[in-house]
């Protein structure tokens, strides 16, 4: 795997995923874009990052680089990362596999003993699926960009439609004197 690896501990609510909600509400993305591309082959890597922001910007995110420092608002913040790896063939061609990964910030509660202590970690609520791309190299870095704003338009398509599952799990599960509180809450009539 070519991202940091994160704690995946699920925190499920009638079978959904409640940091869909923290993914939805946190309006600060960290963008990792990562080229392991060789051969010339991802000539345009600052284009594709600057293709990606804008489609978050689009939907009211602020972006942070990987190397800006995190600041309160960006705590329990999201973690888009973005890894491209291939490389160049004798006969002009290339080949590259694709990978995206989105992370929300958790805490978890360590023991030992009589000390307790909690700690920040991130935990992937997505991955896109890897995606394969073989071309002439002179096409290539545009198939790269390409295939990655895809990703990202996906993802954002998708996260409302996955805040009303676990919204309504959430307002399924609470008590009835509690369901008017929750459906408020969550916009739900």
Do not use: H
Request: charged content about 20%; hydrophobic content about 45%.
């Amino acid at each position: 795997m070519l991202f940091p690896i994160g704690a995946n501990a699920e925190v499920l609510l009638g079978g959904k995923d409640l940091k869909w909600l923290t993914a939805a509400q946190r309006k600060v993305v960290t963008l990792d874009v990562e080229d392991n591309m060789s051969n010339g082959c991802w000539t345009n890597v600052s284009a594709t990052q600057t293709a990606i922001a804008l489609e978050f910007t689009r939907s009211n995110y602020t972006i942070l680089a990987m190397e800006e420092s995190p600041t309160a608002d960006s705590v329990g913040g999201v973690f888009v990362y973005f890894s491209a790896f291939g490389y160049g063939l004798k006969s002009g061609a290339c080949i590259g596999v694709i990978e995206m990964k989105v992370n929300v910030l958790d805490t978890t509660s360590l023991n030992s003993n009589d000390l307790e202590a909690t700690a920040l970690i991130e935990r992937t609520i997505y991955e896109a699926p890897i995606l394969l791309l073989t071309g002439p190299k002179s096409e290539f870095s545009g198939r790269i960009k390409v295939a990655m704003v895809e990703q990202i338009q996906q993802y954002l398509v998708m996260l409302p439609k996955k805040v009303v599952e676990v919204s309504s799990a959430v307002v399924d599960k609470a008590s009835e004197s509690e369901k008017a509180q929750w459906r408020n809450l969550f916009g739900i009539d």
